[in-house]
């Protein structure tokens, strides 16, 4: 049997236990299964997790009043890093919303809307250009070998929807690794974005005609100019 993940539950505490109960059961139940006391080491995590959303107060029971209504909301990128304040589509339909910048897939929040009571579940959309890792965020770069090998510059829209200006580098190797500092996720815990990692990959082109040939001929000629 899996073991209940409601921190309630975990630490041996019912609801509305005072901050001094709560440090007090969390003691005794690390001290009961810490590893170092050959306790199960994922007990003991979850034991910490308990400890943390309660001390913290992020702990949101789900659908513990019969009138809450549960919705799943899927944010973009940008929306995760910027937050939502409005109106916002979720699997109930439009919702008038206030997430907080930061918000990442799992995270719950309970809002009132059209004179209702929702708890909101935060998922994630996938994008096109960009992975999630941590805080940070993984891009991969196609580059033509001419412009890898003479620079140049590259214009894209980052994470945020802010348009960036990337100088390429002469000599730019294919699997470099290029690091863009706070371009990445927001982190709500340290008020500070993570990094946006592109990964180049060089294109070696297929010479298929002498127009192909002739083109990178000449594009190779403004090593020298």
Do not use: C
């Not at 409601?6 to 609801?15: A, E, K, M, R, V």
């Not at 298929?208 to 100019?225: A, G, P, T, V």
């Amino acid at each position: 049997m899996r073991p209940s993940r409601n921190p309630w539950d975990i630490l041996g505490l019912t609801h509305g236990a005072t901050p001094e109960e709560i440090k007090s059961a969390y003691k005794k139940q690390a001290l009961l299964h810490h590893p170092d006391k050959n306790g199960d080491s994922e007990y003991f995590k979850l034991i910490s997790d308990a400890y943390l959303q309660l001390k913290n107060k992020t702990h949101i029971p789900i659908l513990s009043k019969p009138d809450i209504i549960y919705v799943n909301v899927k944010l973009s990128i940008e929306q995760q890093i910027k937050g939502v304040i409005g109106l916002i589509d979720t699997d109930k339909g439009m919702l008038d919303v206030k997430i907080p910048p930061g918000s990442l897939k799992d995270d719950r929040y309970k809002i009132r809307s059209k004179g209702k009571e929702y708890i909101i579940n935060i998922q994630e959309l996938s994008h096109k250009d960009f992975t999630r890792q941590g805080n940070n965020v993984i891009m991969n770069l196609n580059l033509d070998i001419v412009t890898a090998m003479i620079g140049g510059q590259y214009n894209f829209i980052g994470p945020d929807g802010n348009n960036i200006e990337l100088e390429i580098k002469s000599g730019t190797q294919h699997n470099d690794l290029i690091v863009l500092d706070k371009q990445g996720l927001f982190n709500k815990k340290t008020n500070r974005r993570g990094n946006l990692h592109i990964f180049v990959n060089v294109e070696i082109p297929k010479l298929d005609s002498q127009e192909d040939l002739e083109y990178i001929i000449k594009r190779l000629k403004k090593i020298n100019e």
